[in-house]
T-cell receptor, first 114, second 111 residues
Framework: GAVVSQHPSRVICKSGTSVKIECRSLDFQATTMFWYRQFPKQSLMLMATSNEGSKATYEQGVEKDKFLINHASLTLSTLTVTSAHPEDSSFYIC??????????FGPGTRLTVT | QKEVEQDPGPLSVPEGAIVSLNCTYSNSAFQYFMWYRQYSRKGPELLMYTYSSGNKEDGRFTAQVDKSSKYISLFIRDSQPSDSATYLCAMSGSGNTPLVFGKGTRLSVIA
């Protein structure tokens, strides 16, 4: 099956710093990738849809200046959490859309802001 | 009414049992249906993908879609302790719309 990787798998940063998370489709090209956030024992919350070569589409309530998304190639999308605060601590998961519109998810990145 | 309804469980079954998981939905435009398995602190893993109505089988897993009833199911045969996870249904109306997820059903298979 298709493989999506994320890096790093976990990161701890200090309040006020920025953190970049990478999402890569390893064996297929993805024109569309998605970024989700998940709190413990809750379902996935879509943050934004990322299309290669264009600006991301953010869901209502998600600050685009705080969560910067770049989808510069068909295999890479990045999420940068700027000026991180403790409330940004969460599990961030990306997914990539396959040729049949199915989605393959990465393993997730656990962000802890101290 | 939520777009996708899924019983959160928890569901506990003995090893070897047949497990039935299901979701109902309200949007008749949905035509892409997926089931994911998610272990704790991991990303969801795509188990089954179905376009429109019908059945699909893959090993111990069978997915069914009944669009007339707006009801989808996932059956797991000969369940194993390693099947213990949260199972998420997901669906979308077109290739360009994001997936809508159920809240997930927590399954425990007891050895």
């Amino acid at each position: 099956g298709a493989v999506v990787s994320q890096h790093p798998s976990r990161v701890i940063c200090k309040s006020g710093t920025s953190v970049k998370i990478e999402c890569r489709s390893l064996d297929f090209q993805a024109t569309t990738m998605f970024w989700y956030r998940q709190f413990p024992k809750q379902s996935l919350m879509l943050m934004a849809t990322s299309n290669e070569g264009s600006k991301a589409t953010y869901e209502q309530g998600v600050e685009k200046d705080k969560f910067l998304i770049n989808h510069a190639s068909l295999t890479l999308s990045t999420l940068t959490v700027t000026s991180a605060h403790p409330e940004d601590s969460s599990f961030y998961i990306c997914s990539a859309r396959g040729a049949l519109y199915e989605q393959y998810f990465g393993p997730g990145t656990r962000l802890t802001v101290t | 009414q939520k777009e996708v309804e899924q019983d959160p469980g928890p569901l506990s079954v003995p090893e070897g049992a047949i497990v039935s998981l299901n979701c109902t939905y309200s949007n008749s435009a949905f035509q892409y249906f997926m089931w994911y398995r998610q272990y704790s602190r991991k990303g969801p893993e795509l188990l089954m993908y179905t376009y429109s109505s019908g059945n699909k089988e893959d090993g111990r897993f069978t997915a069914q879609v009944d669009k007339s009833s707006k009801y989808i199911s996932l059956f797991i045969r000969d369940s194993q302790p390693s099947d213990s996870a949260t199972y998420l249904c997901a669906m979308s109306g077109s290739g360009n719309t994001p997936l809508v997820f159920g809240k997930g059903t927590r399954l425990s298979v007891i050895a």
